[in-house]
């Protein structure tokens, strides 16, 4: 599947295909979780998302000497929360106190006189109600097309640690040409600092038909639910005689983590500047 993404700064940490591995050096032997093809499966479902910047949430005091600190408005403060945003400026990005100026969008208009949009974006922004004041706005830079029918789910990474707990979004990217912006959970306590190319979500490709199942619940004298008896019968053996059967016989090489030298290679690092 060809995804394109378009940045509309320059200089910035960009998605990049998930490894399957969540270590770059793999212990050998039996039972490292990597082992397990469920697992690194998982792991390894379309991109991983970087922060796009440096930002955080900490008392006014425990901002660091680079940040910009900002109160988030009244109506998306939690009543008692002494805590402030900060971001730190990266010019390279054209990021500049809490908001990425775009690219410019040159256009003809009506008249057929040339015209230019410098669309500005902000880094952090907020919720209007009191009701969702526990939430935070996180913008990314960036545009992605995905083909007909294939929506993209922003969510949190798969089975990786992370500094961020997002709201899931599933976003018909095949025809919705905006940045998307990901709706981050407040922490209710202590401090959150997040680094410039940190991985803060995953994406994952869906294609539009799937959306919704029937579930059909089978009575034990159908003829598939003997089948599916029966199958389960041999996996029992099938198992006893070899405990990697589930890899032997998995269909998708999706996820797989080979023995040999390709181990490490297979466990992936960020492309250079995420």
């Not at 955080?56 to 008692?80: I, N, S, T, W, Y």
């Not at 990005?93 to 500005?120: H, I, M, V, W, Y």
């Not at 198992?239 to 290679?265: F, I, K």
Request: hydrophobic share 40%; aromatic share 8%.
């Amino acid at each position: 599947m060809k995804l394109s993404l378009l940045p509309l700064v320059p200089d910035l940490p960009l998605p990049w295909r998930a490894p399957a591995a969540l270590r770059t050096e793999v212990p050998r032997g039996y039972g490292v979780q990597e082992q397990c093809l469920p697992f690194t499966a998982a792991c390894a479902l379309g991109l991983l998302v970087p922060a796009p910047f440096d930002f955080g949430l900490c008392l006014p005091e425990e901002v660091p000497p680079e940040g910009r600190a900002f109160e988030a408005p009244e109506v998306a403060r939690p009543p008692g929360d002494r805590r402030w945003f900060y971001v730190v400026d990266h010019p390279g990005s054209r990021f500049e106190g809490n908001a990425f100026a775009a690219t410019p969008l040159r256009f003809t208009d009506a008249q057929g006189l040339p015209k230019e949009l410098r669309p500005r974006q902000p880094g952090i922004s907020f919720m209007d109600r009191p009701d969702q004041a526990g939430h935070f706005k996180l913008h990314l830079p960036w545009v992605l097309k995905t083909p007909e029918g294939i929506d993209t789910l922003f969510t949190r990474p798969l089975n990786r640690p992370a500094p961020l707990a997002l709201l899931d979004g599933l976003v018909e990217t095949d025809w919705y040409a905006h940045p998307v912006n990901l709706v981050v959970n407040r922490p209710a306590s202590g401090a959150l600092h997040v680094r410039r190319g940190e991985v803060i979500a995953q994406l994952m490709f869906i294609e539009r038909q799937m959306r919704r199942c029937e579930l059909e619940v089978l009575q034990g004298h159908e003829p598939e639910a003997r089948q599916m008896h029966e199958d389960l019968r041999q996996w029992f053996f099938d198992h006893a005689a070899d405990r990697s059967t589930y890899r032997r016989q998995a269909r998708s090489r999706q996820g797989r983590m080979e023995a040999g030298p390709a181990l490490g290679a297979e466990a992936g690092e960020p492309p250079p500047g995420a």
